[in-house]
């Protein structure tokens, strides 16, 4: 079953007022309802995340796993079909991109594993997207033009 971020988990991520530690803030930020418990530990068991991170995330209420999916409506006979259906996404807001982009740049830089350590605590130091946007030149040196692609693609919203 998946889990995600409750809405304290949110503001904890906002205000950082939890006193967790990275490997716990890092794992928080990649509980975004499509993974699992072992998703997430499998990206950051690298960073030295275990399970007993988890646990305690879930104990302090910052995580839940996720409830049955929500069915789509039903349409009668008179009803408009869904395919006909436009949907405008609106933009992301600088904190979404924000939290987009330092959720990727977590996974990016624990997967280069040591070598990279300072770049990972780099990423986790940043507060803002105007501090991971100064960081970016420093990640396009350490990765691969695909790896670096996705960082910017979160960083711009894309």
Known sequence: ??????????????DRSAGLSPRQRAALILFDGKRTVQDVLAVTSPTGVTPADIDRLVQMGLVAEQGAAVRPPEFGPDSQPASLWVSVSPAPSANERYLRAYEVGIQLTA??????????????????LDELVELAPRLRAALL???????????HGR
């Open 1 to 14: 079953m998946t889990t995600s971020k409750t809405t304290a988990g949110h503001q904890v991520l906002k």
């Open 111 to 128: 997967e280069l594993g040591t070598r990279a350590s300072h770049l990972l605590l780099a990423v986790e130091a940043a507060e803002s």
């Open 145 to 155: 033009p695909l790896q670096f692609a996705r960082f910017e693609a979160a960083l």
